[in-house]
């Protein structure tokens, strides 16, 4: 089965969530099917033998609107993907090159709603007017694929409420997975020693991007009323616009004026010094407004560390309310139920261990790609078998 993988982010140039799932779900694609991957980046000499294909927008879009930028992607690999029998896309940056490629060869389209456009209304401050070209591309590329794959429950019946006019029998739940040999406990402190945490004191970490679906706002507000013994870790990196830059910058800034402890690694750290990250922490917190699913919480829970997340989306298909973690509603009182559920686990060191450890357990248990990878394959089964 030669299957055509597209997708803005692949490694080394990963980001986010989105990017994570492909980097695993290609890994776990390939003893399957004949995998060709299409993504953005500069070529580089492993990428042939790897079955990469890299591609640029093009240059005379320089200084352009990014969505005009991606549909220039979306059209290079769109010409690329001869020879595939069936095409699939994740995001909309990669969405219409589905679509066409589908149109283009005669190839189903099957696609991977990680986020939808009409519930990031906040893209606009990043997009502009191309937030109206994203939201088009997505509609299009969604309403006509051959299969929908929505990474939770949750995402699925966003989706249809979104999109009436998609049938739901082709909307299919796979969920996110983990690869929990490379996420599990990690004792050492090589990484906390670099960073200059204080062994002696508790923290709690955040990892994400610093966007208005990560809710890191709402976090560094929270934080300032939490156990002051605890050191505050924030992993925030890829700022979407100069506005919500300046605004999580003031916010830092303030609450590194009301307390002490507050740690803010602005860089992507490579992934051994996460995981130690995340091995350390006495609780790690999840602000998200908005979260199909949230592997980053995945992340957290095959590290054995327990989870105070908002209770939005997917998120509670992963954490379990009192048993993984807490889960907060994303209320008029949000704020202040992240604080009190912060020093809820912070306060009592034998029931974070206990999540931790019932965390890790149900990582393993239910959310490995290899099982991911190969619901993936029947459903690209399904779908070559009614073209």
């Not at 993988?5 to 290609?26: I, M, N, S, W």
């Not at 379990?320 to 807490?326: F, I, L, S």
Request: charged share 25%; glycine share 10%.
């Amino acid at each position: 089965m030669r299957v055509g993988l597209l997708t803005r982010e692949y490694p080394p140039d990963v980001y986010g969530g989105a990017g994570v799932h492909v980097e695993f779900l290609a890994r776990e694609l390939r003893p399957l099917v004949d995998l060709e991957v299409h993504c953005w980046g500069e070529v580089s000499s492993a990428d042939k033998a790897a079955g990469v294909v890299r591609h640029r927008p093009w240059s005379a879009l320089d200084g352009a609107n990014d969505a005009l930028r991606t549909f220039s992607v979306d059209l290079a690999m769109t010409a690329a993907l001869r020879g595939r029998e069936l095409v699939h896309s994740h995001t909309w940056y990669a969405n219409l090159a589905g679509h066409l490629g589908k149109l283009l060869h005669g190839v189903p389209h099957v696609m991977t709603a990680h986020s939808l456009e009409p519930l990031r209304p906040w893209k606009a401050e990043q997009l502009g007017g191309g937030y109206a070209l994203s939201g088009w591309a997505e509609r299009t590329a969604i309403e006509a694929a051959d299969a929908v794959v929505a990474v939770s429950a949750a995402m699925r019946e966003d989706i249809l409420a979104c999109y009436p006019a998609l049938d739901p029998a082709r909307v299919h739940v796979v969920h996110n997975g983990i690869d929990t040999t490379l996420y599990r406990p990690d004792h050492g402190t090589e990484a906390l020693d670099r960073i200059g945490l204080d062994p002696a004191r508790p923290y709690v970490l955040f990892v994400g991007r610093i966007t208005r679906q990560k809710g890191v706002p709402h976090l560094l507000r929270a934080a300032r009323d939490i156990d002051p013994a605890a050191q505050i870790v924030l992993c925030a990196g890829a700022p979407d616009t100069p506005g919500i830059d300046r605004e999580f910058r003031d916010l830092y800034q303030e609450l590194s004026r009301s307390r002490e402890g507050v740690h803010w690694i602005p860089r992507m750290l490579p992934r051994p010094d996460v995981v130690q990250l995340l091995t350390h922490a006495a609780v790690f917190v999840c602000p998200s407004v908005y979260e199909p699913l949230g592997i980053v919480n995945l992340e957290a829970m095959a590290c054995g560390t327990p989870v105070v997340a908002s209770e939005v989306g997917g998120i509670p298909e992963v954490v379990e309310d009192g048993r993984t973690g807490v889960l907060v509603p994303v209320d008029d009182d949000f704020e202040t139920g992240l604080a009190r559920a912060l020093d809820s686990v912070l306060a009592d060191a034998g029931a974070a261990r206990r999540m931790g450890d019932a965390g890790r357990r149900r990582a393993v248990e239910e959310f490995g790609w290899d099982a991911v990878a190969r619901r993936t394959v029947r459903l690209y089964e399904e779908v070559l078998g009614q073209a």
